[in-house]
């Protein structure tokens, strides 16, 4: 072989070696962004996650402490609801008018009885005409 054969075929040897060495760069650097942009979907993705759960565990909260004031509240009714029961018996009426008034059954002389056929029908307007004339 010639000296111009040797180097036509180191320059055309080198030559397809540059190709496939530029074409194995070219899929490296592709597979590298393809790499990238799956890391950073995926990224995305898992903060998407994070940010999910923390507005729903705000809202299981939320929930929760609305649903102990709700018993709270409904304790508190059943509570009045028993006062007010155990307030208006005739019982705890008496009891009080007793107690906190002073109040006595009266006896038999403070009894007066009022008979409804003595009285006289009038209407108001007469009663206080006749009054301020009078």
Not at 7 to 33: N, R
């Amino acid at each position: 072989m010639t000296t111009i054969e040797m180097t036509m075929k180191k320059s055309y040897g080198t030559s397809k070696k540059e190709k496939s060495l530029q074409k194995s760069k070219d899929y490296s650097v592709i597979k590298k962004a393809g790499l990238l942009f799956v890391l950073l979907v995926f990224g995305a993705f898992v903060c998407g996650m994070i940010m999910l759960t923390a507005v729903s565990s705000q809202i299981a909260y939320e929930l929760d402490k609305t649903n102990t004031e709700i018993r709270m509240l409904e304790g508190e009714i059943e509570n009045l609801i028993v006062d007010i029961k155990q307030g208006s018996s005739v019982e705890s009426v008496e009891e009080k008018a007793r107690l906190q008034l002073g109040m006595t059954f009266p006896t038999s002389d403070q009894i007066v009885f009022i008979d409804h056929n003595e009285i006289k029908q009038t209407d108001l307007a007469s009663v206080l005409k006749e009054d301020a004339f009078n």
